[in-house]
């Protein structure tokens, strides 16, 4: 079966720089949640989008900015990168009646 | 943790014993979900309990939840070493918009050592 797929599975960036990472849903699936789990920590939900438009945000800085396009692929864009935003960024997919999201492998970010 | 604290935050343990791992929440929630990932790697749905249930059964997994408590636990039955993985539980609450975020616990790090 299909699952959710993350690109680049590594990313490696120096501070300021930008940094796009890609997230390819689950056919069918309507919802995409964004989450950041830094090094040791639970994940931190971030943003998601129902049907392409946001529907909810959570603890996403100002830097940080998302969108999901019609083929309900997303990015999540992440500029001024700083070293704190070192972490694994993890997408989620599931349909909205659901309630289990299906996770993808995430995207390593390290900023250096 | 946004969501609260998980108890034990390490649990090591033979093969064949059992795995207990329990998980404290703050809010109202709709549903509470159990996910399981290895180190640095993605995380597994494993199961899902709802907030009108208290016990619920899954292979070797058996989880409770206690909404006047605000708190799950998690049993893992004849332990295997293939079962070493962090585990987090998961809240749900319906958010004022459509989608239903995830608010997790600060893990448990099972080790099952053969």
């Known amino acids: 079966a299909a699952g959710v797929i993350q690109s680049p599975r590594h990313l490696i960036k120096e501070k300021r720089e930008t940094a796009t990472l890609k997230c390819y849903p689950i056919?069918?699936?309507?919802?995409v949640y964004w989450y950041q789990q830094g090094p040791g920590q639970d994940p931190q939900f971030l943003i998601s989008?129902?049907?392409?438009?946001?529907?909810d945000k959570g603890s996403i800085p100002d830097r940080f900015s998302a969108q999901q396009f019609s083929d309900y692929h997303s990015e999540l864009n992440m500029s001024s990168l700083e070293l704190g935003d070192s972490a694994l960024y993890f997408c989620a997919s599931s349909l909205v009646s659901g309630n289990e999201q299906y996770f993808g492998p995430g995207t390593r970010l390290t900023v250096t | 943790s946004q969501q609260g604290e998980e108890d034990p935050q390490a649990l090591s343990i033979q093969e064949g014993e059992n795995a207990t791992m329990n998980c404290s929440y703050k809010?109202?929630?709709?549903?509470l979900q159990w996910y399981r990932q290895n180190s640095g790697r993605g995380l597994v749905h494993l199961i899902l309990i709802r907030s009108n249930e208290r016990e619920k059964h899954s292979g070797r997994l058996r989880v409770t939840l206690d909404t006047s408590k605000k708190s799950s636990s998690l049993l893992i039955t004849a332990s295997r070493a293939a079962d070493t993985a962090s585990y987090f539980c998961a809240t749900v609450r319906i958010s004022s918009g459509s989608a239903r975020q995830l608010t997790f616990g600060s893990g448990t790090q099972l080790t099952v050592l053969p």
């Open positions: 809010t109202s929630i709709n549903n």
């Open positions: 056919p069918r699936h309507d919802t």
């Open positions: 989008f129902y049907e392409k438009m946001q529907s």
